[in-house]
């Protein structure tokens, strides 16, 4: 008994093991005060984070993770960590403008202790600055919902999904998303369901389930895995 105990122990790990995600410890220079932090990089994942609850707000892994935020202690510059290192110099000037009251709760050089949401309000700022277009916002807000419904925020989760959710219905109206309005059906109705529209979001996922995805580059077998996975969300959504 105790040595099955113990294999299903063991099994039980390995599982975890092969479901996890990992992270390492990487510097980085502030390109807008050139202080040197330590962040965390990118390990390891594996196709499984598509398989995770974030799926019905179509956002994934590391987006749904606190390390995904990068903010420099000094100056409290923030953004997603694979744009940190990459500012447009041109934009400088008016980041820096932008920060120059910006603080956080939790003085620390650790960025970890400064609460993601917190880093997210700076990054929504810069991002203003750097300008970004309507697909980055739809699931910026998205991501933003999502850390707020973490900490039990309901206002600010709602603000944010209501956001995500105006943005993406004018995407609809974009004639160069038809191929993707399967998809942004998707968006749109899951939002609406986070925003307790649920009639709303049905007609929204059983609407989507009769289109076909397409991408603009039309790369069919790509195209048939996008689409084959949209079904199965769309699906997996209906019968909540």
């Not at 105990?5 to 479901?19: E, F, K, N, P």
């Not at 694979?82 to 650790?110: A, G, Q």
């Not at 973490?150 to 600010?156: F, G, I, L, P, R």
Request: hydrophobic residues 35%; positive net charge.
């Amino acid at each position: 008994m105790k040595k099955r105990i113990v294999t299903i122990l063991i099994i039980g790990l390995v599982s975890l093991t092969l479901l996890s995600t990992t992270w390492f410890e990487s510097p980085h220079k502030c390109p807008i005060c050139n202080t040197k932090s330590t962040f965390q990089d990118i390990g390891s994942y594996g196709s499984y984070i598509y398989q995770w609850d974030s799926k019905f707000q179509y956002i994934f892994w590391p987006l749904t993770d606190s390390p995904v935020v990068y903010s420099c202690s000094q100056c409290r510059y923030s953004t997603y960590m694979w744009d940190f290192d990459s500012l447009d110099v041109s934009k400088i000037p008016l980041v820096k403008e932008y920060l120059k009251d910006k603080t956080t709760s939790v003085k620390t050089t650790d960025y970890l202790k400064i609460p993601i949401t917190e880093r997210l309000e700076i990054a929504e700022g810069v991002y203003k600055v750097l300008e970004r277009d309507d697909e980055f916002w739809s699931k910026f807000y998205r991501v933003k919902g999502y850390h707020y419904d973490a900490v039990k925020d309901e206002n600010k989760a709602r603000e944010n999904r209501t956001k995500a959710l105006e943005i993406a219905e004018k995407m609809k109206l974009n004639v160069d998303n038809e191929g993707r309005l399967k998809e942004i059906l998707l968006i749109t109705g899951g939002m609406k369901y986070f925003l307790n529209k649920k009639d709303s979001a049905k007609n929204d996922f059983r609407t989507a389930l009769t289109l076909t995805y397409k991408s603009k580059d039309s790369k069919p077998d790509k195209d048939a895995n996008i689409n084959k996975y949209l079904d199965k969300v769309l699906s997996d959504f209906l019968e909540k």
